[in-house]
């Protein structure tokens, strides 16, 4: 590394310079080539990328590309709040290979130290200040803007975050129930993002003119971080963030994104080892190609109050459950992955939780293990101390009593933050100590990190707002986790709903719209069955939308795998994101549009007609970016950009387009052996990497023929160097071929006979 040039105690009316040569491998493989300039009252940060101007009167701070288009402009006021006051005078008081350090004064007196470490695509902030107190960092406006996951999906109209300000953001606050909280937002047009990584209350705002990010008390905020680049760069940046900081991203597991079953959707409160294995077996005997299932609640011995929890590890309700071992293992040789619900609350008076208190593994108050009233258990429990090793080591341990019985993971269900008020992600640890042990994880609490194989939104049922499931799954894959599940198919029934009869037109209508909006997400899975609802359409919509999304799982784990190496959100892609340049792919996830379409992996473009109109509506515009698309069902090609209007989407029609790369690999069943479909959109060079089910054997598929003429294009097995014979359908020009794991293949030739 070269040595500063100047000094950082220069006078002020000289160049105080680093220079440092290329990208600098350091501990954290962060920082990047910058330069520092302290001139005319203004501190500039410069990088190959972008520039950051501080100018020293206020703190105001902002963004620049090299040739001066604004990214992020600075706050009109001031740019750091602080110490009871707001900033007014800046120095520089360091400048060395990483980092940056400056002294900021408020209008109170005080000072704070602000680091500032550049990288490539990121800059993080860390600010210092002698007391407890707010501490807010604002830019200027960077709207339209996304992100927020559940907090943006709750009582809001669309995806767009512009107009949000939260002085406690934090989870589980109401309204709504917010167990998925990630402070990250977006501007794809801009090509920029923030962050405050932050377990405590935090300050979020994002306004026309105001973008701000903070803690609500505190006398550090170690972690904000803004990216600069193209949306996959900043997803690729946030990752790397996310690791660093201690909320690791971990890689999920194949099973979960394919069709599950969930006791609390078909059977209520009703379970136990006749009522699920007759469910069970129904769907399948219908051909519902089921591989995973959940036995969330009932299964711990109901006959003493103080078990009544999922924390009775080990203990199963003996009337209910006699064999265990025999009712789990029945559905694991139907090739089914079987999970049970988990909390880490403790009843009172349970089994364990003598233990717990002895050892100091609950959280406290006023230094004393408190039990908790927290709606469920219906008892007062303890809540698990997620941030005490032990703790997390000790629990982890009594899971293993449930998992000897043959259970392959659990469905995470923790409630409590508001009651509580716990530091965000107490639950992270116990999951990422699981997802270590191989255990199935569906998260449905958590911060920033994605310590599960699918995230699960908040219960989703008929007597709701229905815009609420695209605006929730897609405010999930803007911020960090597109492993979204939608709920189970129709969510649940009973406990006082207001709903009609199984048999109305209406909740006919709404099984139909809900499967097949589900069958085009990342996961999905069915709960009360099809053949309640009297109507042989309903049966064969939903059974078609189960069989298209088994039909697709290899090919959105394959996605998966993508988003857990990139970071960006490969298996629910929002159009801003995948087009951030197109003016047209904004504004339309909104409940007056209903727009609601995103990209299924590279090559699919999903267009559901959801929403509370799911009853009445038959249509919709649905736009198709630039590049051609071809109708899943009909084969029809589109060019885009194009506007569809009035699109018919009757009950029954798959809301699927293919373009992007063009490849889609699939298999018609669960163990068929798998098809490479390749549609003809994508040559000249076009390569699509494709993962396998065991998250690391790849198969590439290179498209280098020149044309579709089925006379002279040619499939070859690189690998074996061997032709593969094909089929291709002469309505689409589909080509069909089998895959082996592990191999690559090459098309080429297909050019016209003169």
């Not at 604004?70 to 001031?78: D, L, M, R």
């Not at 549009?593 to 992996?601: D, I, K, S, T």
């Amino acid at each position: 590394m070269k040595e500063a040039l100047l000094k950082a105690d220069a006078p002020k009316s000289t160049l105080v310079a680093l220079l440092v040569a290329g990208l600098i491998a350091t501990g954290s493989g962060f920082a990047a080539s910058f330069q520092v300039r302290d001139t005319n009252g203004v501190i500039t940060v410069a990088t190959p990328h972008y520039r950051l101007d501080i100018a020293k009167k206020d703190f105001r701070y902002g963004f620049t590309r090299p040739d001066g288009t604004v990214i992020a402009p600075p706050n009109a006021e001031f740019g750091l709040e602080f110490g009871g006051g707001r900033s007014v005078d800046t120095a520089l008081r360091s400048s060395g290979p990483q980092t940056l350090t400056l002294e900021v004064t408020n209008d109170k007196g005080a000072r704070a130290t602000v680091e500032i470490e550049p990288s490539e695509h990121h800059v993080r902030f860390s600010v210092t200040q002698p007391q407890t107190n707010r501490i807010l960092a604002r830019l200027g406006g960077i709207s339209p803007a996304f992100g927020l996951a559940d907090h943006a999906a709750f009582g809001r109209t669309n995806t767009d975050v512009t107009g949000y300000s939260d002085g406690r953001f934090r989870a589980q606050e109401p309204p709504g129930s917010k167990r998925l909280v990630s402070n990250f937002v977006i501007s794809p047009r801009r090509g920029f993002a923030m962050v405050n990584m932050e377990k405590g209350t935090k300050l979020v705002r994002v306004r026309a003119d105001d973008a701000a990010q903070g803690v609500a008390a505190a006398t550090q905020m170690p972690a904000v971080y803004y990216f600069i680049g193209t949306p996959p760069e900043i997803y690729a940046a946030f990752l790397q963030a996310r690791n660093r900081e201690g909320y690791p991203v971990f890689k999920p597991k194949y099973e979960f994104f394919g069709v599950g079953w969930e006791a609390f959707g078909a059977l209520g409160w009703n379970t136990n080892e006749k009522t699920v294995t007759e469910n069970v077996e129904r769907y399948l005997g219908l051909g519902y190609p089921l591989e995973w299932m959940v036995v969330g609640s009932g299964f711990w011995p109901n006959e003493d109050p103080a078990m009544r929890a999922t924390t009775s590890f080990g203990l199963w309700d003996k009337s209910r459950y006699p064999d265990p071992r025999r009712f789990i293992e029945r559905f694991k040789n139907r090739g089914l992955k079987f999970f049970l619900g988990l909390r880490i609350s403790f009843i009172e008076d349970g089994p364990y939780s003598a233990e717990g208190v002895a050892k100091g593994y609950f959280l406290k108050e006023n230094g004393q293990a408190k039990a908790w009233q927290l709606g469920f258990p219906k008892r007062p429990a303890y809540l698990l101390d997620g941030e005490n090793p032990d703790a997390v080591k000790w629990y982890v341990g009594l899971c293993r009593k449930w998992l000897d019985f043959g259970v392959d993971g659990f469905k995470e269900d923790l409630f409590g933050y508001d009651i509580a008020k716990m530091r965000e992600g107490n639950i992270d640890a116990v999951n990422q100590a699981l997802m270590d042990k191989g255990v199935f994880i569906m998260g449905r609490n958590g911060y920033l990190g994605s310590a599960c194989d699918t995230h699960r939104i908040e219960d989703f049922n008929f007597d709701q707002n229905q815009d609420r499931g695209p605006i929730n799954c897609l405010a999930f894959a803007y911020s960090g986790f597109p492993y979204a599940y939608p709920d189970i198919t129709g969510g649940t029934f009973g406990e006082g709903r207001k709903m009609p009869p199984l048999n109305d037109p209406r909740m006919q209508a709404y099984m139909m719209r809900v499967a097949q909006f589900d069958a085009v997400n990342p996961s999905m899975a069915m709960g009360m069955g099809p053949w309640n609802f009297g109507s042989p359409q309903v049966e064969q919509v939903m059974l078609a939308a189960a069989q298209l999304h088994a039909r697709l799982h290899p090919y959105i784990y394959s996605a998966a795998v993508d988003a857990y190496e990139t970071g960006f959100p490969w298996t629910m892609t929002p159009l801003p994101l995948a087009f951030p340049d197109d003016p047209q792919a904004y504004g339309r996830e909104t409940t007056a549009v209903r727009g609601y379409q995103w990209m299924l992996g590279p090559s699919l473009l999903a267009t559901p007609l959801y929403g509370n109109d799911y009853a009445t509506a038959t249509t919709r515009d649905v736009y198709l970016p630039a590049g051609q698309w071809i109708d899943y069902d009909t084969g029809e090609v589109h060019t885009g950009p194009k506007l569809l209007a009035r699109f018919p989407l009757p009950v029954g029609k798959t809301p699927l387009f293919v373009g992007g790369k063009g490849v889609l690999v699939w298999r018609e069943l669960p163990g068929q052996s798998l098809q490479a479909v390749v549609y003809p959109i994508a040559a000249n060079g076009s390569t699509y990497r494709f993962t396998h089910r065991d998250g690391t054997t790849r198969t590439k598929i290179v498209n280098d023929n020149t044309g579709w003429n089925a006379d002279t294009l040619k499939v070859t097995d690189t690998t074996k160097n061997k032709p593969v014979a094909f089929e291709r359908d002469t309505r689409t020009g589909v080509i069909r071929f089998p895959l082996t794991p592990g191999h690559n293949y090459r098309l080429s030739g297909g050019a016209s006979k003169n």
